[in-house]
């Protein structure tokens, strides 16, 4: 006689109700995201590409069934699609906050003219991330 062994799975024909989540979860995916994007896709100069290939299946969810994706892309797909998902249920609930910085074209100039010598795309995102971050 054999055992029986068990393993979970999720009926993906229904959707998740009544779940509480605090919008801090949309910073955290967020950074797990650009580490996925950074850190495992090794085509970084595509990303523009595999994005809008995610919205139009955003648009058009009939297309996500013909799409193909390499793990780490579907990876980058979930985590991509949660992020907006919480992101419109947030703003819906007047949650999403707008801050400005000041900051004058001089400045923004010597922003994005220090990011140009960088490397990577990965570096000039940082350092436009870090050069906004001292002005607030």
Same mark, same amino acid.
């Given at each position: 006689?054999?055992?029986?062994?068990?393993?979970?799975?999720?009926?993906?024909?229904?959707?998740?109700?009544?779940?509480?989540?605090? +919008?801090?979860?949309?910073?955290?995916?967020?950074?797990?995201?650009?580490?996925?994007?950074?850190?495992?896709?090794?085509?970084?100069?595509?990303?523009? @590409?595999?994005?809008?290939?995610?919205?139009?299946?955003?648009?058009?969810?009939?297309?996500?069934?013909?799409? @193909?994706?390499? +793990?780490?892309?579907?990876?980058?797909?979930?985590?991509?699609?949660?992020?907006?998902?919480?992101?419109?249920?947030? @703003?819906?609930?007047?949650?999403?906050?707008?801050?400005?910085? +000041?900051?004058?074209?001089?400045?923004?100039?010597?922003?994005?003219?220090?990011?140009?010598?960088?490397?990577?795309?990965?570096?000039?995102?940082?350092?436009?991330?870090?050069?906004?971050? @001292?002005?607030?």
């Amino acid at each position: 006689m054999s055992d029986k062994k068990q393993y979970v799975t999720y009926d993906v024909t229904k959707n998740i109700t009544n779940v509480t989540i605090n +919008p801090a979860f949309i910073s955290g995916i967020q950074s797990v995201y650009y580490r996925y994007v950074t850190e495992f896709y090794d085509k970084i100069e595509d990303i523009g @590409k595999l994005t809008e290939r995610f919205n139009d299946i955003t648009i058009n969810p009939k297309e996500g069934a013909s799409q @193909k994706f390499t +793990p780490v892309e579907y990876e980058i797909y979930t985590l991509y699609t949660l992020i907006h998902l919480l992101k419109a249920h947030a @703003k819906d609930q007047g949650l999403e906050q707008l801050n400005d910085i +000041p900051v004058d074209d001089t400045q923004w100039k010597q922003i994005t003219e220090e990011a140009k010598d960088k490397e990577s795309i990965t570096d000039a995102l940082q350092s436009i991330a870090d050069g906004i971050s @001292k002005l607030s």
